[in-house]
């Protein structure tokens, strides 16, 4: 009891011992380790921990020594107890990066013990619990017990000759712990010593161990042994030839952990390696399966089981035969080559694909899963890449080992299908696994071979073995063959399918319940498919679909999942089968009117209803609408979004649908919420809202009357809001037509014109500035244009109204922009030639002192242009020519005509506006001649296949403004889009971008902008360039000494890096390649350019820490062999202090640049067995003894949590 209540006021803070008192605890509590009692030993023990945390070193030194000694003792006992005593002790030792020397003495003075235990001692066991305890060290604070390095190695070396297996085992683990930390001599001594022993194979037991060893080592230090593998394969290669099962075994294992750990030193041994596996897979020298097929089509005659028996692995599996580990360690070895080469993929297919087929019929259990699990690794590579990146990469070369996978289906399906009916759970679960992901990989391929399937479904469903896993893999594989696969395929098993299914809904197990409803949900659009005839009849089915929903739907008690599904489930019988159901149609929607009541199933009900409303069956709702469109009203008042949203969704189907059966009252009660949902806040409610509003305007025109001011009000606010764009803005336009066409009095086409002019003329005098911010300039004349284009007879009126505000000496510069602005709109679909005065307005307007006039006269220039090319092109052409002070403005113009007139219009002025755009390519002012490079790219859309080779034609030209311009105009031609130049561009732009090379600073700069546009809008251009393009990428990221010069400023000299630029956007570029073509990068090489950039200018720092946070995602394994390179920058800039003297800016500057080294850190710390690297760990404790960096960490891993899970950033 005494020894308990130590325990205890060890483990609070507050005790102090003095000298005298920590001698007699210690003397005492050692004394009391070799008590006859088991219990006061163990609670002895227990006090070691927290003592060392409050007592001076030599007496953490003491009671080390005692323990070491008592490890050598006679008495088990007090040997067992004493190395849980020095583990205790141990893993209490503050870590060496706080700098106390306690650990380092302590440790040294344990590991000299250890060594001699481990060396001289005739008693295994004590020589297992020292390995065990050093091993402990090892893993811990190796980085301690430097000095001791090479006399562990020493001591360690002849236990892998030691005849016990046990010890060797454990030696192998400590030296996976050593190598961690040891120098590169160490490690090359080891390496050379179990290279010369691999030579020796002195005797197969321990060449086993040796091989065993070395994979140990690769898995825990893969990074080292990479530069020793050439040595090393050859080695292991010869003793997969040997007789002897478990050390091929090994072998494969070491292979196995080569590839993972170092694919690059590997890659020229990986088609020797899968030789070898694909031959071992097979290996099963005592087991026939010659006349399988045979023999299981009579199997299958014979139902009286005898026979079956005969075939089970006990009866037939020696206990000597080994050769199943052999087959088990070659389809991990496939599995992790398959997951780590996507590039081999077609190689794949011709050879490794048909013999993991053939080997489906493994008849071990562990190694089957092995195999299937290696064939799934397969098809997750073969899944096409689904992202906007590669959507418009149709370039056929992904399809190869599609179409090689097609192919092979038939074989697979005939592989497994029998295998679905096996009494084995475990490789029905294997099977089930593998084709869904067949399924998800190549929709529609199982299409034929579904009656071979689906008697397996149906026995997996029904079994009484079968476990809860096992029927919702089944489940869940059902699903996703439904959904990939056309519903005609089905119609001749509904019968089989569909009762099976049916019972699992009403399973005990609620898991398996919502599945099953997942499944049935999707089954009835397979019954009964809406969207095209079908001669199926699908009445028969609804007496069983609908009870069993039916009453997971009635019951209240049953998990949240059920119920949601259970309501989605019946909504889409209710869609697709409502006309079937006759009776109990009305008792059914009225269940649903209590699901809306209830807040927790209230969003899932509000989805269903939406389905129902649109269903073409026109379900009658007449019953639940009286009740249930006030509840809906309510929700527009609830906080939830999702919930605001959805119902915003299901009133417009309502309305749209049900006009005849809304009373004017119910729709009021909708329309007073209505306000209120309509703020900038959240444009998208905004934007449902007003799309609703539209929809009531055009249905019920006499009930917008009555809101139209509160509503009205909000929707002019947001017309005026600097963030209104997109579909919100469209959705006013839409609503602003739709009202003017209801023809109330109070919306008269004067009055809404009226509202949405009226605060800009209000706005002051002719000087004053804009008021509003530029944007609403923009909606509000996209508005005006949207009225007149539904009251033409009002147009003229209003264009001469602006043509002489205008005019007006007196109108304000805001009222000038909005006057241009919307005669741009109106112009851009009508003909404005009627008025006369138009040119000569705009062409006054570019003298105006106002910038935002002159931006203003040339976006309508360009506007009213689109809409009569013939008269006011060639105007602009000539003008152009003739007026190089207006150049700027006029080009602008142009760059509106190009962008925005059908290409049909644009061709007879081609060649026109081709010269005289090359004429100003070489302007000396950038803004131009940017301006220039977007009419340029622009205008080759419109004839890419002779305007092309004349870009590049000028590639060639003398003066590097030219070559700028034309690169920048490539740029422009690229967009996300599949667009009928790729095909020339893929061929050509190799040449422009030899321009990377260019001896021009800026030519470089804007040749990585184009490449960056590239890779980021249509990776496919130049993924087969990357080869030679990539050198000249990674040389722009070096800092060039001769370009960065010192500027006096005063009495200060001031340092310029004109290259700067040029770096980042190559930095750029790299960033960009991560996200497209990541598996056509070297990431090694990439990797060390990265490594360069951590200690670069500010910028450049911001974007590869970013980068970094990237890569340890995407490739964990080579971020982790770089660490200890990558850290110490990242280091250095987390502990840099600013100057005290410093600007605000540049507090914040570095602030801002701790912060994001901080993230490129916590993306570190998410690699798997990161911890293993004392860099890492030594760093992450600094970061944790330091208050500064421990708040700052703590500040970023509560932002990440709140992020959502996708890091990328668009640096388009």
């Known amino acids: 009891m005494a020894t308990n209540d130590l325990m205890m006021e060890l483990q609070k803070d507050s005790i102090k011992l003095d000298e005298d008192s920590e001698k007699k605890v210690v003397k005492m509590l050692l004394k009391l380790l070799e008590d006859k009692n088991g219990e006061v030993q163990n609670l002895a023990v227990k006090c070691l921990g927290p003592l060392v945390g409050k007592v001076k070193e030599y007496q953490v030194e003491t009671i080390v020594d005692t323990l070491c000694t ?235 089981g005898e026979d079956e028996e005969q075939e089970s692995d006990d009866e037939y599996s020696d206990d000597d035969d080994m050769s199943w580990k052999v087959r088990r360690s070659a389809a991990k070895c496939l599995e992790a080559i398959v997951s780590s080469r996507h590039d081999l993929l077609q190689d794949f297919y011709k050879t490794l694909s048909l013999v993991l087929i053939s080997r489906f019929k493994e008849r071990e259990e562990n190694v089957k899963a092995d195999i299937f699990s290696a064939y799934i690794a397969l098809l997750k590579q073969t899944l096409p890449i689904q992202s906007w990146l590669h959507a418009s990469d149709t370039s056929g070369k992904d399809d190869v080992p599609l179409t090689m996978l097609q192919n092979q289906v038939p074989n697979i399906v005939k592989a497994l ?73 089905f119609h001749p098993h509904i019968k089989s399918l569909l009762p099976p299914v049916v019972t699992c809904i009403g399973d005990p197990f609620y898991k398996i319940t919502s599945e099953a409803l997942l499944v049935t949900q999707q089954l ?97 709702l007449r019953p639940i609408l009286g009740e249930g469109f006030p509840i809906l009203a309510s929700f527009l008042r609830k906080n939830q979004r999702a919930l605001k949203l959805s119902t915003l969704t299901a009133l417009d189907i309502l309305v749209k649908n049900y006009s005849d059966s809304l009373k004017p009252a119910m729709i009021e009660s909708v329309l007073t919420e209505l306000p209120a949902l309509i703020t900038e806040n959240d444009m998208h409610v905004s934007q449902v809202a007003i799309m609703f509003l539209t929809t009531l305007a055009k249905v019920y025109p006499s009930c917008i009357s009555k809101i139209s001011g509160s509503v009205l009000a909000e929707i002019l606010q947001l017309v005026h809001s600097p963030l209104l764009q997109g579909g919100a803005l469209n959705a006013i336009i839409d609503f602003f037509q739709a009202l003017v066409l209801t023809k109330t009095a109070s919306m008269s086409y004067s009055e ?64 000038k922009v909005l006057a241009f602005l919307s005669l741009a709109e109106m112009g851009r679909t009508t003909n404005l030639s009627a008025q006369r005065e138009l040119k000569t307005v705009i062409l006054e307007a570019f003298t105006s002192p106002s910038e935002e006039v002159k931006s203003a006269a040339s976006y309508a220039l360009g506007n009213v242009s689109v809409g009569n090319l013939k008269e006011y092109l060639p105007f602009m052409l000539k003008e152009i020519g003739s007026q190089p002070k207006r150049q700027y403005l006029l080009l602008h113009s142009l760059k509106e005509v190009i962008s925005s007139s059908p290409a049909n219009g644009l061709k007879p002025y081609v060649e026109d506006i081709w010269a005289l755009l090359f004429k100003h390519c070489e302007c000396t002012e950038e803004g131009t001649r940017n301006v220039v490079a977007e009419c340029l790219g622009k205008l080759t859309l419109v004839n890419p296949s002779e305007l092309l080779p004349q870009l590049k034609k000028q590639l060639s030209s003398g003066s590097p403004h030219a070559r700028s311009t034309v690169v920048t105009a490539i740029k422009f031609t ?184 901080m993230r490129a850190v916590a993306a570190l710390l998410t690699i798997p067995e990161v911890e293993k690297s004392p860099v890492m760990a030594e760093f992450s404790s600094q970061i944790r003894s330091n208050p500064e960096m421990a708040s700052l960490f703590e500040s970023i891993q509560k932002d990440s949590a709140s992020l959502p899970t996708s890091e990328s950033m668009d640096m388009s």
């Open 524 to 620: 009835v659009k397979v019954i009964r498919p809406l969207d095209k005839s079908c001669t199926f009849d699908a009445k028969p089915y609804v007496k069983d679909l609908f009870p069993g929903t039916l009453k997971r739907l009635k019951a209240a008690d049953i998990d949240q999942e059920v119920k949601e599904r259970a309501i989605s489930c019946m909504g889409q019988i209710i869609y697709n089968l409502g006309d079937h159901l006759s009776t109990d149609l009305q008792p059914t929607l009225k269940i649903f009117l209590e699901r809306l009541k209830n807040e927790i199933t209230r969003l899932t009900t509000v989805k269903a209803l939406t389905l129902i409303a649109s269903s073409p069956l026109k379900i009658d």
């Open 70 to 304: 008592n490890m050598l003792s006679d008495k088990e006992q007090l040997r067992d107890i004493s190395s849980i005593g020095l583990k205790t002790v141990i893993s209490e030792l503050p870590p060496a990066s706080t700098g106390s020397t306690m650990t380092a003495n302590v440790c040294k003075k344990i590991t000299a013990q250890l060594t001699g235990a481990i060396g001289k001692q005739e008693d295994v066991s004590v020589q297992l619990e020292a390995l065990d305890i050093l091993s402990d060290m090892l893993s811990r604070l190796g980085g301690t017990l430097y000095s001791f390095h090479s006399s562990i190695l020493n001591c360690l070396l002849p236990q892998l000759t030691s005849p016990r297996l046990a010890v060797r085992k454990r030696a192998i683990i400590a030296l996976g712990h050593l190598v961690l930390t040891c120098s590169g001599n160490i490690f090359s001594e080891l390496t050379e010593h179990l290279l010369a022993e691999l030579k020796k194979n002195e005797s197969t037991s321990t060449t086993r161990t040796y091989i065993q060893c070395v994979a140990g080592i690769s898995r825990q230090a893969g990074h080292r042994i990479g530069e020793h593998l050439e040595k090393i394969i050859p080695l292991i290669v010869q003793y997969c030839n040997v007789e002897d099962d478990e050390l091929r075994e090994y072998c494969f294992q070491a292979f196995e952990s080569f590839v993972r750990r170092c694919p690059k030193e590997i890659d020229p041994h990986i088609p020797n390696v899968m030789g070898l596996c694909l031959k071992y897979i097979t290996f099963d020298p005592n087991y026939n399966y010659d006349n399988e097929e045979e023999d299981e089509e009579e199997m299958m005659e014979t139902e009286n």
């Open 752 to 815: 809404l014109m009226k509202q949405l002019t009226v605060p800009i003329y209000n706005s002051g005098s002719a000087g004053a500035s804009l008021t509003l911010h530029k944007q609403a300039y923009y909606s509000v004349a996209k508005c005006v244009a949207a009225l007149s284009s539904a009251c033409p007879k009002e147009a003229p009126a209003t264009v001469n109204q602006f043509i002489q505000d205008v005019k007006n000496p007196k109108s304000s510069s805001a009222v």
């Open 974 to 1157: 690229i967009a996300d889009q599949p667009q009928p130049i790729d095909a020339l561009l893929k061929g050509c732009i190799g040449d422009f971008l030899k321009t990377l090379q260019d001896p021009d600073l800026n030519v470089r700069r804007v040749a990585l902008a184009m490449f960056n546009s590239a890779a980021h809008n249509k990776p496919s251009l130049i993924r087969d360039l990357l080869n030679a393009v990539l050198p000249s990428l990674y040389n722009e990221t070096k800092v060039r000494r001769e370009l960065i010069r010192e500027v006096e400023m005063g009495p200060f000299k001031h340092t310029v890096d004109d290259g700067l630029d040029v770096r980042k956007a190559a930095f750029e570029c790299m960033y960009t390649l991560l996200e497209s073509c990541l598996d056509q990068l070297d990431i090694y090489e990439y990797l060390n350019h990265v490594e360069e950039g951590l200690k670069d200018h500010y910028d450049i720092r911001m974007l590869t820490f970013i980068m970094l946070a990237r890569l340890s995602t995407l490739c964990p394994n080579t971020v982790l062999q770089r660490l200890e390179r990558l850290i110490e920058p990242l280091r250095a800039t987390c502990s840099t202090k600013v100057k005290a003297g410093s600007v605000k800016q540049e507090f914040e500057k570095q602030d801002e640049l701790k912060r994001s080294a």
């Open 417 to 489: 299908h029998k295998q679905l009916k096996e009494k084995n759970i475990k490789s029905r679960q294997g099977c089930f696994s593998l084709l869904t992901e067949l399924a998800n990989v190549l929709p529609g391929c199982l299409a034929d071979h579904v009656p071979a399937l689906v008697p397996g479904i149906v026995f997996s469903l029904a079994d009484k073995s079968s476990s809860s896993n096992m029927r919702i893999d089944t489940l869940s594989f059902l699903h996703v063959l439904l959904c990939n696969h056309q519903p005609e395929v």
